[in-house]
């Protein structure tokens, strides 16, 4: 392995653990790292990471940004949630992310996607039913299932990061 390649493997596992530990901000972390190993893959003409390699990490892709999700569409579903708080819990969840960011070291965004994702379906269930307790276990519900998505879709991008350093190593 030459100096480039070393360099170039550094800095995709670089870009990967960054873009692993975007997930919790909200950001697509699994498709940011799938950018960077296909830019590798190119770039070093796939002698380290294979393009089977790359057609598994594209699935995985898909599978993490449709897993997160789903598993709150579901989880909201089930609870009966209107597709207006649904829609009201996804920007509540974004706005949130954004607020907390720069607390607790980052960790403020996942707190604050579930806090923004109950109060966004609480909100709206509580406008349509005016019922406060279903209200809030809608909106409890809805957090949850935003909570599941984004560690799933963490896991997968630790799977995909593993995968790299198999392949390359």
Request: proline share 1%; with cysteine; charged share 10%.
């Amino acid at each position: 392995m030459t100096a480039l390649h070393i360099f170039l493997s550094i800095l995709l596992f670089s870009i990967m653990i960054i873009a692993t530990i975007s997930i919790v901000f909200g950001m697509p972390g699994t498709l940011i790292s799938f950018i960077a190993v296909l830019l590798f893959v190119l770039i070093t003409k796939a002698h380290y990471i294979g393009w089977t390699t790359v057609i598994v990490l594209a699935l995985l892709t898909l599978l993490g940004e449709l897993g997160e999700m789903l598993f709150g569409i579901k989880d909201a579903a089930r609870a009966g949630v209107s597709r207006k708080a649904v829609i009201a819990s996804v920007i509540g969840g974004v706005t949130g992310s954004i607020v907390l960011a720069p607390f607790l070291f980052g960790i403020g965004a996942l707190i604050g996607a579930a806090l923004g994702t109950f109060a966004g379906a609480f909100g709206a269930s509580l406008i349509e039913s005016r019922q406060a307790l279903d209200a809030a276990h809608k909106g409890w519900v809805s957090a949850i299932g935003r909570l599941k998505g984004t560690i799933f879709k963490g896991i997968i991008a630790i799977i995909m990061l593993i995968i790299c350093i198999v392949e390359i190593l």
